[in-house]
């Protein structure tokens, strides 16, 4: 059965392959590969033609806000004719993250954007249309799509760790049967390390994470596709809250010597 209700922390992590190898050799005991362990990952972003969810979302991470919302379509693997998608709304509430969705297919879900045709009849699919109502009836303005390894714990099956690589995204041919070509996201040379939990963080992974040197991020994909292509440009301190391996405050950038920020920050421009 497909899982349609999530509900667990999520903490995000800039890094580079080294320290993707060092965080596995460490956590190599403890970590074992997921039933689907290598996939392609796409997500089409339903939003206002001003992409003002997006945007909302965006100002509540750089202003410590409690509340996030995003409604999206996902699929796993190559999309076809014949491909589940999934239609979920994703929350974000004083540090927890949950998802409901439902799985569908893509006649279906043009059904529904197109004419209003209910998928399927059931709770989470009326929390759907409710959130869609509530935003103005948002459409699809960008697809995501990136390559994921994915790695849970044999010891606590809510816990959950991903690398993704490859980021892009694109604003226009929106419908996924058309691949997943974009523009890039991260910087060369840079994953997106994810880790979920259902409560707080095990010793032993805190540990791994500590002995690689990675420290938390804050950072979001629609966020940064939104931020490149209406060129906007914050200051270093906003920056650095999305790409550096360290928090702001814990940089002291010297002439002499390139923060780990400016450094990233240079690499990304």
Same mark, same amino acid.
């Given at each position: 059965?497909? %899982? ?14 080294? %320290? %993707?190898?060092?965080?596995?050799? !460490?956590?190599?005991?403890? !970590? ?7 996939? !392609?990952?796409?997500?089409?972003? *339903? ?23 995003? *409604? ?11 491909? $589940? ?45 409710? $959130?869609?109502? =509530? ?13 994921? %390894? ?11 760790? $991903? ?13 996924? #049967? ?7 996201? *991260? ?10 939990? @259902? ?15 990675? #420290? ?16 906007? $440009?914050? +200051?270093?301190?906003?920056?650095? =809250?999305?790409? +550096? ?13 390139? +923060?780990?920020?400016? @450094? ?6």
């Amino acid at each position: 059965m497909q %899982q349609s209700t999530f509900l667990r922390k999520e903490k995000k992590y800039m890094i580079s392959p080294g %320290q %993707q190898n060092r965080l596995m050799s !460490l956590a190599a005991e403890r !970590l074992v590969p997921a039933e689907y362990a290598d996939s !392609l990952v796409t997500s089409v972003y *339903l939003d206002t033609p001003d992409f003002s969810m997006i945007g909302r979302s965006v100002e509540a991470g750089y202003e410590g806000y409690a509340y996030k919302e995003k *409604l999206r379509l996902r699929c796993y693997g190559r999309a076809d004719d014949g491909s $589940t998608i999934f239609f979920e709304v994703k929350k974000k509430y004083l540090g927890m993250v949950s998802k409901r969705r439902i799985a569908t297919d893509l006649r279906g879900l043009e059904a529904y954007l197109r004419e209003g045709i209910l998928p399927e009849k059931s709770q989470i699919m009326s929390e759907l249309d409710y $959130t869609m109502r =509530k935003n103005g009836q948002p459409r699809p303005v960008m697809l995501i799509a990136y390559d994921r %390894q994915a790695y849970v714990s044999p010891d606590d099956p809510e816990l959950r760790v $991903t690398f993704d690589r490859n980021v892009r995204f694109r604003t226009e041919d929106l419908d996924p #049967r058309l691949g997943t070509a974009g523009r890039r996201i *991260l910087p060369p040379g840079t994953l997106l390390l994810e880790i979920k939990t @259902a409560g707080s963080m095990p010793l032993w992974l805190a540990g791994a994470l500590n002995g690689a040197d990675i #420290r938390p991020s804050s950072f979001s994909k629609a966020g940064e596709a939104l931020r490149i292509i209406s060129g906007k $440009t914050e +200051s270093e301190e906003k920056r650095c =809250k999305i790409y +550096s391996l360290q928090s702001y405050r814990e940089i002291s950038p010297s002439r002499a010597t390139p +923060s780990a920020c400016s @450094a990233l920050l240079s690499a990304a421009r």
